[in-house]
């Protein structure tokens, strides 16, 4: 099975604020859901807790949400205590390629076990206290990227980024 994270960030590497993304870009949205339809997701407890009420579960793909306390309920998901215990479950049901989705504390986890990362790289710096974590350049190598200009419905232009580890 192959691990992959799949992530937005601004130039300044922010993620997140106040439980929430700061941007709003629908062509990153359509990219994240087409990429992971499907296909297992995997995030932490604080993720799942931030998305609106219409998308928990985010349709179509099992949900898996990481906390540590034993008795936390996420109706439409499944719990699990660790990051790792997920991906075992993913592997064991069948899943060639599970999805890491955030937040900023899960892909920290995160990062010591993919084998791809999804990246969408937003030409803007933005505030926020999230941020995706740094990643060694020489451990990991970019196998494409596909550039999306400002247009009426983005107020940012973006890259949408994978990169390999090697
Ligand atoms: N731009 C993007 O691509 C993107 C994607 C996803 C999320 N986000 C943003 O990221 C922010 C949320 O990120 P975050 O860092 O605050 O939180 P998070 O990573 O979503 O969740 C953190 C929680 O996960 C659980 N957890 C973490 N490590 C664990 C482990 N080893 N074992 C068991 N449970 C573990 C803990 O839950 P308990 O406290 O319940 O134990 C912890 O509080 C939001 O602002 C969201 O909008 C951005």
Redesign the pocket.
Known sequence: MITSM????GSNR????????PWHLPDDFRY?KETTKNHYVI????????LPPKFQPLPQRPNL?????SD?LAEGATV????EDALATARKMGEKEAFI?????????GLALADKIYL?EINGDFE???T?PEFDQGKWIEISRDHHDIDDKHRYSFDFVVYKKK
């Open positions: 799949i992530a937005a960030m922010v993620i997140g604020k106040d439980n929430d993304i994240f995030m932490g407890r604080k993720n799942w807790e931030s949400v990481i906390t540590r306390q936390y699990f205590q660790s990051l989705i955030g937040g900023g504390e899960i892909y920290r986890q969408t926020g206290e999230i995706f």
